[in-house]
């Protein structure tokens, strides 16, 4: 299971640090990523650790705003999001899978999802 939390309402230009905490089992061996959905809008990739190589990967939207972290010890993801624009106001989700590299910002390669937490800037 996993469950965000973080979400709020905040003003365009402010912080907020997202964290996703997955319980019931580890998920040491699975990609993580964060993803967002606007009402209206599909679901859109924001950011991916891959097991794989380690490496984090980034939406060109958010790259030099948005960082993705891990605590391996407290099973749990965060997403810091720094300069946030009324553009970024969306439902965020956490979820995990095993996709290839070349796939991982495609939301279908991801097997467990949290429920998401509401973002929203004001302008």
């Known amino acids: 299971q996993l469950v965000e939390s973080g979400g709020g309402l905040v003003q365009t230009g402010d912080s907020l640090r997202l964290s996703c905490a997955a319980s019931?089992?580890?998920?040491?061996?699975?990609?993580m990523a964060w993803f967002r959905q606007s009402p209206g809008q599909e679901r859109e990739f924001v950011a991916a650790?891959?097991?794989?190589?380690?490496?984090?990967y980034y939406a060109d939207s958010v790259k030099g705003r948005f960082s993705l972290s891990r605590d391996n010890a407290k099973n749990t993801i965060f997403l810091q999001m720094n300069s946030l624009k009324p553009e970024d106001t969306a439902v965020y989700s956490c979820?995990?899978?095993?996709?290839?590299?070349?796939?991982?910002?495609?939301?279908?390669?991801?097997?467990?999802w949290g429920q998401g937490t509401q973002v929203t800037v004001s302008s």
């Open positions: 979820a995990a899978g095993r996709p290839i590299v070349t796939s991982l910002r495609r939301a279908e390669n991801y097997y467990y």
């Open positions: 019931g089992g580890s998920f040491s061996g699975y990609t």
């Open positions: 650790w891959h097991k794989s190589n380690s490496n984090t």
